[in-house]
């Protein structure tokens, strides 16, 4: 477990939003939650929670599905973020890892690199330095710096997304399911990575992960979705000691481990549900 780092300030705020798709669909039902400077808060829940969309709604990248956030708001430094593009948010320090380790395929490793720091105002021995940061977080990069991206590995991509945003010179990154499709190893090697990130270079995490298991070891705070609503939050290792917690999502209880079949009616029994 890791000793906070976090500080009193809040980077980021969002205060009770629904987002709604098409004009119709309601994904997001009140969800608040709030980010300190220096901390990995970890947003956590199963397929469909509504992890992916409270991201893109920080980001800004609703629009481009349809979405829109209707009641709430959004607020980074004390400034609301309505109204930015997502590239002025990023020149302002948030910039957002997307789900599925996206990538230019067509272009080197080195290239996707060099793409992140697109927004920035820098020379290129500042860019040349930041590159250099990147290369020693991960060596596997500088390795395949002249390979086409989309013909290396999953994890190996997922470094590029990683280091291709680390290249904007963030404050804080929103990562979303970094874990997804990766062998456990690889998991662990990536959530290494973004701790080493946090504490060394001082880059804030927001994380839609779930993986509830390594999310929390990694974390300092979490908030667990369901259907839309923030159901849970605390610090992290309290979360990991929660019995509904270690039932429902470590799939432990105090009699040991579940099964499948056992929990697979968990619905009907989670407490915040009833």
Same mark, same amino acid.
């Given at each position: 477990?890791?000793?906070?780092?976090?500080?009193?300030?809040?980077?980021l705020e969002v205060s009770n939003i629904e987002v709604i798709y098409n004009h119709v669909i309601l994904v997001l039902k009140g969800v608040s939650l709030k980010v300190p400077k220096g901390g990995i808060t970890a947003l956590l829940g199963?397929?469909?929670?509504?992890?992916?969309?409270?991201?893109?709604?920080?980001?800004?990248?609703?629009?481009?599905?349809? =979405?829109?956030?209707?009641? /709430?708001?959004? @607020?980074?430094?004390?400034?609301?973020? #309505?109204?930015? +593009?997502?590239? !002025?948010? $990023?020149?302002?320090?948030?910039?957002?890892?997307?789900?599925?380790?996206?990538?230019?395929?067509?272009?080197?490793?080195?290239?996707?690199?060099?793409?992140?720091?697109?927004?920035?105002?820098?020379?290129?021995?500042?860019?040349?330095?930041?590159?250099?940061?990147?290369?020693?977080?991960?060596?596997?990069?500088?390795?395949?710096?002249?390979?086409?991206? =989309?013909?290396?590995?999953? /994890?190996?991509? @997922?470094?590029?997304?990683?280091?291709? #945003?680390?290249? +904007?010179?963030? !404050?804080? $990154?929103?990562?979303?399911?970094?874990?997804?499709?990766?062998?456990?190893?690889?998991?662990?090697?990536?959530?290494?990575?973004?701790?080493?990130?946090?504490?060394?270079?001082?880059?804030?995490?927001?994380?839609?992960?779930?993986?509830?298991?390594?999310?929390?070891?990694?974390?300092?705070?979490?908030?667990?979705?369901?259907?839309?609503?923030?159901?849970?939050?605390?610090?992290?290792?309290?979360?990991?000691?929660?019995?509904?917690?270690?039932?429902?999502?470590?799939?432990?209880?105090?009699?040991?481990?579940?099964?499948?079949?056992?929990?697979?009616?968990?619905?009907?029994?989670?407490?915040?549900?009833?």
């Open positions: 477990m890791l000793d906070a780092q976090t500080t009193d300030e809040t980077l199963g397929n469909g929670a509504g992890k992916s969309t409270t991201l893109k709604s920080i980001s800004n990248l609703l629009l481009s599905e349809r =979405g829109e956030i209707t009641k /709430g708001s959004v @607020q980074y430094r004390g400034d609301s973020v #309505a109204g930015l +593009s997502p590239a !002025e948010l $990023v020149r302002r320090g948030v910039i957002q890892v997307m789900e599925g380790r996206h990538c230019f395929g067509h272009l080197t490793v080195e290239e996707n690199l060099l793409t992140g720091a697109y927004t920035r105002k820098a020379s290129r021995s500042e860019i040349n330095q930041n590159m250099d940061l990147v290369y020693s977080y991960f060596p596997r990069l500088k390795e395949r710096r002249k390979s086409l991206a =989309g013909y290396t590995s999953g /994890g190996e991509q @997922q470094m590029v997304a990683i280091g291709r #945003a680390l290249m +904007s010179k963030p !404050e804080t $990154v929103l990562l979303d399911e970094p874990s997804m499709g990766l062998a456990p190893q690889l998991v662990e090697e990536i959530f290494q990575i973004v701790q080493d990130l946090n504490e060394k270079e001082g880059v804030t995490f927001l994380l839609a992960e779930q993986n509830t298991n390594v999310a929390l070891r990694y974390a300092h705070y979490g908030y667990i979705l369901e259907s839309g609503r923030v159901v849970m939050d605390g610090p992290a290792k309290d979360l990991r000691e929660n019995p509904d917690v270690k039932e429902f999502y470590l799939g432990m209880s105090d009699e040991g481990r579940k099964s499948f079949r056992e929990v697979r009616s968990y619905r009907r029994r989670k407490r915040w549900l009833n």
